[in-house]
């Protein structure tokens, strides 16, 4: 008897510890499922066959504001926004019955305001196959509308990556192209520059010599022959012909060197550059040129700020922006160009700010704006250089030329260098 008592309460002992084993199990399970639920970004609600809620975790409570213990028991409808949202509910819940159906819901969060989550509804059964219930885990969309403003931002922002390459290659190509070319076309054009220097020599000796003979009676064959050519008109011409010819062959010369300076044929010794002055020489120039009226503003900073660079080059790109600005005000009344100097990159670089208040660049021309030989003005009147020339001598001194416009609301130009090491 005593020995059966042993047997069973040893028995007994087992048990129990059998039962702390599978309880201690039993509840690591349960703290693992609540740190799961915990953890999870999505929303949860786990809801019995008469769609009273048995479930949730902590995102749908901070999402809607209440506790668990005051969802738990109440209809999973009465979270949703409107009827029509509990409409689309049973539609998702008869979706639902054989295969995981989602559809975009409204729920109220704390503050009342609606709140579109984009839910996934599955069936819950027990270990026979019979429908305990359904389960409905959602993403609010306000996150998934930030990841997507993020990744569209990102894409735009490759997209302009991609395009500021291409637009790298195609400039380099070019500026190979043109270094041959204006290669080829200096010779020829120093070659008549020098050939109209001695033939201005010639003339200036001609005209004296002829003016001796002339002086002197001549026979009557000689002088109808000086009346039938008309020597003396023709010498009068002859000085402003050469200085013609000089001036075009000089105009050619001219273009070639902005040719070379856009294909970085030019070496130019880079010396420090007061921006001010840069800025106010400019201003003068293009005043004595073709913009005697065109209303500027330029309040030059306390200090001159300095970079280190091509005072030509660089005066070359003012010029541009300044006459560009000038020209697409032209006609207009009332209408300014103001140019600031100004601290940029955390102080490590001063930019030049040209903003204008005219008519603006149109959307699909501001993209191409830098391109070479790209112009909008009418034919004769540019020649769709300026732009990209000062383009590639802002950036070979390290800087960078952007461009924004709003038609109808002006332009702005904006030249960024870097200031002297």
């Known amino acids: ?31 693992f499922i609540f740190g799961l639920l915990a953890s999870m970004s999505d929303v949860l609600v786990a809801c019995n066959r008469a769609g009273e809620i048995e479930e949730t975790n902590p995102a749908l409570c901070a999402l809607l504001g209440r506790a668990d213990d005051a969802l738990r028991g109440t209809p999973v409808a009465t979270l949703l926004a ?9 539609e998702l819940v008869a979706q639902s019955r054989r295969t995981p159906a989602s559809a975009e819901l409204q729920l109220l969060d704390a503050g009342g305001q609606r709140v579109p989550v984009d839910f996934n509804c599955s069936e819950r059964l027990d270990a026979a196959g019979r429908l305990l219930g359904h389960v409905f885990v959602g993403r609010p969309m306000g996150e998934l509308k930030r990841a997507y403003h993020e990744l569209r931002q990102t894409h735009e922002a490759l997209k302009q990556t991609q395009q500021q390459l291409l637009h790298s290659e195609k400039m380099a ?15 020829p054009i120093s070659f008549v520059l020098g050939n109209m220097a001695a033939l201005r020599r010639y003339a200036e000796r001609l005209q004296q010599y002829l003016d001796t003979v002339h002086a002197q009676p001549q026979p009557a064959a000689v002088q109808a022959s000086r009346e039938r050519l008309r020597i003396e008109p023709l010498l009068a011409d002859l000085p402003s012909l050469i200085d013609g010819m000089a001036e075009g062959a000089q105009r050619t010369a001219d273009i070639v060197a902005g040719l070379r300076r856009f294909s970085v044929v030019d070496r130019e010794e880079r010396t420090r550059v007061g921006l001010a002055g840069v800025v106010e020489r400019a201003i003068h120039w293009v005043r004595k040129g073709t913009a005697p009226d065109f209303d500027l503003r330029f309040t030059p900073p306390p200090e001159d700020p300095a970079v280190l660079g091509s005072p030509g080059q ?10 560009n600005a000038a020209d697409a005000c032209a006609g207009l009344a009332g209408r300014h160009l103001r140019i600031a100097i100004e601290p940029a990159d955390g102080g490590r670089a001063w930019a030049i700010i040209f ?3 005219g008519p603006g660049i149109a959307p699909e021309h501001l993209s191409r704006i830098f391109d070479p030989f790209f112009t909008t003005k009418a034919v004769g009147k540019g020649t769709g250089l300026g732009l990209s020339i000062s383009y590639g001598i802002v950036e070979r001194h390290g800087g960078t030329l952007t461009a924004q416009s709003t038609p109808g609301a002006g332009a702005r130009f904006v030249v960024t260098l870097p200031r002297p090491a």
Do not use: C, F, P, T
């Open 82 to 90: 409107d009827d029509g949202e509990r409409r689309r509910m049973d």
């Open 1 to 31: 008897m005593i020995h059966k008592m042993d047997e069973v309460y040893s028995q007994l002992i087992a048990d129990e510890v059998a039962l702390e084993e599978k309880n201690a199990a039993l509840e690591q399970s349960q703290q």
């Open 355 to 357: 903003d204008d208040d």
């Open 173 to 187: 190509s070019l500026g190979r192209l043109v270094a041959g070319v204006a290669h080829e076309l200096n010779n």
């Open 314 to 323: 660089l005066l070359q790109v003012m010029m541009n922006l300044i006459q």
